[in-house]
């Protein structure tokens, strides 16, 4: 399958695009990890965005969007692959909609995982990250806890809450996605693409996706 995974931060975007990639081999690809993978390779793009990085400044989309076809490209993503929050605003899509023509590659479906405020809300307020740069695995206090002592069950790691999931902080971001992101769902609901999917049990978002890619074939 070839989807994109639209929601909120705290949606379940990571967390489906791990269980697809369980299932089936449909590849994750999440901007944020192939952006530091670029970086550690030292690539000319990784060279490019790091000196955006460093100076505090955002990717522009002219990188991303290279970084994003190399990625493409790549053996492994012929089997298939999720954009886990990827596109993020309109403009993004649009440049997407012309590198995957290029490429010559045809998305099944853009799934919508629309999930409440309030449990977004708690999910990420009780979400605890692995410090590790090489695991960053992601564990949750009250459904999917770390180890006892606070430590990564599966590299040994401190875990922690990251900066921008405090309360405070994940409101912001609600309210950014609220303002350039969500609009995507417009977007690609007149494209005829896309699928709102209300269900909170992973197994039973994977099954929504699934149906909705064989009635869109």
Same mark, same amino acid.
């Given at each position: 399958? =070839?989807?994109?995974?639209?929601?909120?931060?705290?949606?379940?975007?990571?967390?489906?695009? $791990?269980?697809?990639?369980?299932?089936?081999? /449909?590849?994750?690809?999440?901007?944020?990890?192939?952006? *530091?993978?670029?970086?550690?390779?030292?690539? %000319? %793009?990784?060279?490019?965005?790091?000196? @955006?990085?460093? *100076?505090?400044?955002?990717?522009?989309?002219?990188?991303i969007m290279g970084?994003? !076809? =190399?990625?493409?490209?790549?053996?492994?993503?012929?089997?298939?692959?999720?954009?886990?929050?990827?596109?993020? /605003?309109?403009?993004?899509?649009?440049?997407?909609?012309?590198?995957?023509?290029?490429?010559?590659?045809?998305?099944?479906?853009?799934?919508? &995982? #629309? +999930?409440?405020?309030? +449990?977004?809300?708690? =999910?990420?307020?009780? =979400?605890?990250?692995?410090?590790?740069?090489?695991?960053? !695995?992601? @564990?949750? &206090?009250?459904?999917n806890p770390p180890? /006892?002592?606070?430590?990564? *069950?599966?590299?040994?790691?401190? +875990?922690?809450?990251?900066? #921008?999931?405090?309360? !405070?902080?994940?409101?912001?971001? %609600? #309210? +950014? @996605?609220?303002?350039? /992101?969500?609009? &995507?769902?417009? @977007?690609?609901? $007149? $494209?005829?693409?896309? &699928?709102?999917?209300?269900?909170?049990?992973?197994?039973?978002?994977?099954?929504?996706?699934?149906?909705?890619?064989?009635?869109?074939?």
């Amino acid at each position: 399958m =070839r989807i994109i995974l639209l929601g909120a931060p705290g949606a379940g975007k990571g967390t489906m695009a $791990k269980l697809l990639e369980k299932m089936d081999g /449909t590849v994750q690809i999440s901007t944020g990890d192939i952006l *530091r993978s670029e970086v550690k390779d030292r690539t %000319l %793009l990784g060279k490019e965005a790091k000196s @955006y990085i460093d *100076r505090g400044d955002l990717v522009p989309d002219s990188v991303i969007m290279g970084i994003m !076809e =190399r990625r493409l490209k790549k053996p492994d993503v012929q089997i298939g692959f999720s954009l886990d929050g990827f596109p993020r /605003t309109i403009p993004q899509a649009e440049a997407l909609d012309a590198l995957l023509v290029k490429l010559n590659i045809r998305l099944d479906l853009v799934a919508n &995982l #629309d +999930v409440p405020r309030n +449990v977004i809300l708690d =999910r990420l307020a009780t =979400r605890r990250t692995c410090s590790n740069p090489s695991c960053q !695995e992601i @564990y949750n &206090l009250k459904s999917n806890p770390p180890a /006892t002592n606070g430590t990564c *069950r599966k590299c040994g790691s401190p +875990v922690s809450q990251r900066e #921008d999931e405090t309360a !405070e902080a994940i409101m912001k971001r %609600l #309210d +950014v @996605y609220d303002e350039k /992101t969500a609009p &995507l769902i417009g @977007y690609y609901a $007149k $494209k005829g693409m896309l &699928l709102t999917i209300q269900e909170m049990n992973t197994d039973d978002v994977a099954n929504a996706i699934k149906e909705g890619i064989a009635i869109k074939k």
